[in-house]
């Protein structure tokens, strides 16, 4: 236990130290040193002993405990704790004896802990946690209402648009930290970081900058975008000059609502599954028992939810999820196919983002062709091989993605609903912001105005190779038992623009 960086946070500020033989001080933190901590105004409780506390009195009220201090050496420490309102979290007590303590105080420390129960607090895990440096402490201070009030707000805010009940936000402060920084932990694991500029202040110029602002240059925390770090004293210059300056606290929230928009996945438990059950039973017929009953494990209802907020999808319309499962449950378990099938029926909501103000839905396309090949590639070894003509691939879907948005339309790619999900996750690593969707997500009525259409000559597939995909794939859609059998066959002819 490293109590000489611990103890550094409480220089100036009473403590209470237990040590082994159940001796506690109570005493103010006057100085650290290599191997011990100093404090002064100290009183004793309970039995000293001299090997491990040497007092000395320094006026004439020797033992008024006013005037007397004690020098605690960090091996003999147990654990500390302190009741000054201004820090976040306490530190943690040692769970077991060092290894050099002699056999007798090894056990009276084993028998300690067991009679109080004290190890038990380090298994449990905070399933979110926002992590501050010490210079950022008074920033989320349970006294900055405004900063909890907007925490409040992205909770609420996420509940309504994906249906998910975030956790509560542990707030502590942290000595791993450098000065101005923060991270967000779910489940004791670090998902973002991001660290203050000198000021906090950060000055944006969205294109309306008038010249040039004086500052450290810094950059976005949340989006990447380069910014400038201005004191808030210059905060009225900046805007001023025409640039957007954000404030300290809207910073740090943004950058949380949006890790937690991408992470969202990972806060999902089977408890958080089971009350929205049990929340949903006196609106629906269905409950746990129904999807036992068909065959469906909550584990794979869970892992459908879990891959429908993966892939950006509110689970806000659980009563349509479960009746999907409930249809589709008797005949398979098999977690892709029950998404797909749950996509579909979703699929009015799916398409709602990709809208323009005429109702259609501005799409990139990818012709029969390279989409059988796209399908052979679970082969590893024609995987390989395809790397160059993939690779050409995403850069074209990015250049359409960039046209697109310059357009302010949203982009969204539409395959076959076989090759939907293959294709997500082989794209969203590298395009988070293109939509993949398949024929049977897009509602009857809903026109679709093709952007783009992609052909294996415009990326370079051997023609050979698409001929030996095409002919694999057409055997492949002509084999029986398939629940979704190419459904871009049963609409209606779409031709691309």
């Not at 605690?72 to 290894?99: E, Q, R, Y």
């Not at 000595?175 to 998902?191: A, F, G, H, K, S």
């Not at 008797?330 to 996509?343: N, Q």
Request: hydrophobic fraction near 40%.
């Amino acid at each position: 236990m490293d109590y000489a960086s611990i103890l550094s946070r409480y220089i100036g500020r009473e403590v209470c130290v237990s040590t082994f033989g159940h001796i506690r001080l109570r005493g103010e933190v006057a100085a650290i040193y290599e191997d011990c901590v100093r404090l002064i105004h100290t009183a004793v409780v309970g039995e000293a002993e001299e090997q491990w506390i040497q007092s000395a009195n320094l006026g004439d009220d020797a033992g008024d405990g006013e005037n007397s201090e004690a020098l605690v050496h960090f091996h003999h420490i147990v654990a500390i704790s302190c009741n000054d309102d201004d820090l976040l979290d306490t530190p943690v007590a040692v769970d077991s004896a060092p290894h050099w303590l002699p056999q007798e105080f090894a056990g009276l420390q084993a028998a300690t802990n067991e009679d109080d129960d004290v190890w038990q607090r380090f298994l449990d895990i905070d399933r979110l946690v926002l992590e501050v440096g010490p210079k950022l402490v008074g920033l989320v201070h349970p006294d900055q209402t405004d900063i909890l009030q907007r925490i409040s707000a992205v909770r609420c805010q996420l509940a309504d648009q994906l249906g998910l009940a975030v956790p509560p936000l542990r707030l502590r402060d942290s000595m791993q930290l450098d000065d101005q920084e923060y991270r967000v932990l779910i489940d004791e694991n670090e998902v973002a970081r991001g660290k203050f500029g000198p000021g906090k202040y950060l000055a944006l110029d969205m294109g309306s900058a008038l010249e040039q602002l004086e500052g450290i240059r810094g950059v976005d925390p949340t989006f990447g975008g380069a910014g400038i770090w201005i004191a808030k004293e210059r905060q009225d210059e900046a805007e001023r000059l025409g640039y957007l300056v954000i404030d300290p606290s809207m910073l740090l929230v943004t950058h949380l609502q949006e890790t937690l928009r991408r992470h969202c996945h990972e806060l999902l438990s089977l408890s958080d599954v089971r009350d929205m059950i049990q929340r949903h039973q006196a609106k629906s017929s269905l409950d746990l028992d129904d999807l036992r009953s068909i065959g469906v494990p909550l584990v794979v209802l869970h892992a459908v939810l879990r891959r429908l907020l993966e892939e950006g999808e509110s689970i806000k319309n659980f009563p349509r999820v479960l009746e999907a499962i409930w249809l589709a449950g008797a005949k398979t378990s098999e977690v892709e196919t029950l998404v797909a099938i749950v996509r579909g029926r979703l699929g009015r909501q799916l398409i709602q983002r990709y809208l323009d103000r005429e109702g259609r839905v501005h799409a990139i396309g990818i012709d029969r062709e390279l989409e059988a090949h796209l399908l052979s590639l679970v082969d590893a070894d024609r995987g390989r091989l395809a790397r160059p003509w993939v690779e050409r691939l995403v850069e074209q879907l990015q250049d359409a993605v960039n046209q697109l948005e310059d357009q302010q339309q949203p982009a969204t790619l539409i395959v076959g609903t076989d090759l939907r999900a293959k294709l997500w996750q082989m794209l969203s690593p590298e395009l988070p912001r293109l939509g993949v969707l398949s024929f049977a997500e897009v509602p009857r009525g809903v026109e679709i105005f093709w952007e783009m259409m992609i052909s294996g000559d415009d990326v370079g597939v051997p023609e050979t190779i698409v001929n030996r995909a095409t002919r694999s794939s057409e055997s492949t859609y002509k084999t029986p038992g398939k629940i979704i059998e190419k459904i871009v066959d049963d609409l209606p002819a779409r031709r691309p623009r």
